[in-house]
């Protein structure tokens, strides 16, 4: 199956201070889109970041950053400044081309400690 | 001014019921999905419908049948509810093309006593 891994199911972090969420995928395509997507505990899924596969520049969203590195097939999320307000669970997702469907993570619970 | 909207919000039934959850969008999407979260917070690919047509359907129990009048709704029938499809439910919307933003609704948080 071609799967998201998402390895640490829990992490905390000091507010203020930068964290790191990994993820790591599998997946036969050359071409695709992955996601990290917020949760918090209003449920509601938030879009936090995105990177195209065949773009080699990691992309960069004000405090959060990814580390794309596609021969490892590996998409870390990183967190600066940390806030409060970040407290949630964070999943990575992944989208093949020609698919529509996301796959998901098992979602990393971040919790940031005033 | 809702972009992706569900109702209701909570749902909590006997088993043997029949319930729907009702989704609609109003970004202008032609593509909507459903996904199931449950109760470890693992989410997964239900059903997508493109312009009211079943693009996929990831073995899913008959009990589910969706039904999408227009491309602005998605509607989700469950038949003889068993307590296994306790969960949350999210409806999520896009324009067609793979790469497009998942838009999600609040979620239906669906409890089978």
């Known amino acids: 199956a071609q799967t998201v891994t998402q390895s640490q199911p829990e992490m905390s972090v000091q507010e203020a201070e930068t964290v790191t969420l990994s993820c790591t995928y599998d997946?036969?395509?050359?071409?695709?889109?992955l996601f990290w997507y917020k949760q918090p505990p209003s449920r509601q899924m938030i879009l936090v970041i995105r990177?195209?596969?065949?773009?080699?520049q990691n992309a960069t969203e004000n405090r959060f950053s990814v580390n794309f590195q596609k021969a490892a097939k590996s998409f870390s999320l990183k967190i600066s400044d940390s806030q409060l307000g970040d407290a949630a669970m964070y999943f990575c997702?992944?989208?093949?081309?020609?698919?529509?469907?996301?796959?998901f993570g098992q979602g990393t619970r971040l919790t940031i400690n005033p | 001014d809702t972009a992706v909207s569900q109702t209701p919000k909570y749902l909590v039934t006997q088993m043997g019921n029949d319930k729907s959850i009702k989704c609609e969008q109003n970004?202008?999407?032609?593509?909507m999905y459903w996904y199931k979260q449950d109760s470890k917070k693992f989410l997964k690919i239900m059903f997508s419908?493109?312009?009211?047509?079943?693009?996929i359907n990831e073995t899913v129990p008959n009990r589910f049948s969706p039904k999408s009048p227009d491309k602005a709704h998605l509607n989700l029938h469950i038949n003889s509810l068993e307590l296994g499809d306790s969960a949350v439910y999210f409806c999520?919307?896009?324009?067609?093309?793979?790469?497009?933003?998942?838009?999600f609704g609040p979620g239906t948080r669906l409890t089978v006593l």
């Open positions: 970004l202008g999407h032609d593509t």
């Open positions: 990177q195209e596969a065949y773009k080699q």
């Open positions: 999520a919307s896009s324009l067609v093309g793979s790469y497009n933003e998942q838009f």
């Open positions: 997946t036969s395509e050359s071409d695709y889109y």
């Open positions: 419908y493109n312009n009211k047509e079943l693009i």
């Open positions: 997702a992944r989208i093949d081309q020609g698919a529509q469907k996301l796959v």
